[in-house]
């Protein structure tokens, strides 16, 4: 069935490094792929989204491109901050030809961002 | 309201008892979803509804779980007997529509410890 897969956690890096998160994805049809950040005590809310192949969504200054022919969508910031400290989750809704549509995630990574 | 309101935020039960969670949905979000989430895993989607059409409960994992949503307003998620493996953050989310490239939002979850 349909499914994604993240990279494990925690992740720790300095402030100003380059992040990435990767995430691949099992899906039938053509999915629509997101990111969700939980930041401490608060509840999960949409980072980007991307709906179609070569689609690159973007948002606080992350970005992400659905990749279909490594069936990836990757999450990268090219300085992160303190602020960013949250943890990310990859999901996808099955597309066409899919299975029904609920939004599937990933298993989540904690990012820690230290000063 | 303003956002998914969702309520108790926390709640300790002992095994055996009943629960029942509230979930307050955005005004005029025709769909609703429940997931769990346990420790250190991603989201598990448990039921969803959408208008009056009937819900899909195929993430349900056991008949000691059921949920009802009056029309389009609040829905109660009823775990019945509880056992310790229930113990998980239960999370909602609203939307004006399901699948397709719609954006969930989410409620902050409760969290229920059964000792």
């Known amino acids: 069935g349909d499914s994604v897969t993240q990279m494990e956690g925690p992740v ?10 990767n995430c691949t994805y099992t899906a039938t049809g053509y999915p629509s792929l997101f990111w969700y950040v939980q930041y401490p005590g608060e509840g999960l809310q949409l ?69 | 309201g303003a956002g998914v309101s969702q309520s108790p935020s926390n709640k300790v039960t002992e095994k055996g008892k009943d629960v029942e969670l509230r979930c307050d949905p955005i005004s005029g979000h025709t769909a609703l979803y429940w997931y769990r989430q346990r420790l ?42 509880t056992q310790q493996e229930d113990s998980a953050v239960y999370l909602c989310a609203s939307s004006l529509l399901r699948g397709g490239n719609t954006e969930a939002f989410f409620g902050q979850g409760t969290r229920l410890t059964v000792v």
């Open chain 1, 12 to 21: 720790t890096l300095s402030e100003e490094a380059f992040l990435t998160i």
């Open chain 1, 47 to 115: 980072l980007l989204k991307a709906t179609k192949a070569d689609d690159k969504g973007s948002n606080k200054g992350f970005e992400a491109t659905y990749r279909k022919e490594t069936t990836s969508f990757h999450l990268e910031k090219g300085s992160v901050q303190v602020s960013d400290s949250a943890v990310y989750f990859c999901a996808l809704i099955p597309g066409y030809g899919g299975s029904q549509g609920n939004l599937i995630f990933g298993k989540g990574t904690k990012l820690s961002v230290k000063p």
């Open chain 2, 40 to 81: 250190g895993q991603g989201l598990e989607f448990l039921i969803y509804f959408q208008g009056n059409s009937a819900p899909d409960k195929s993430g349900l994992p056991s008949d000691r779980f059921s949920a009802e949503r009056t029309g389009e307003s609040v829905s109660t998620l009823t775990i019945q007997r």
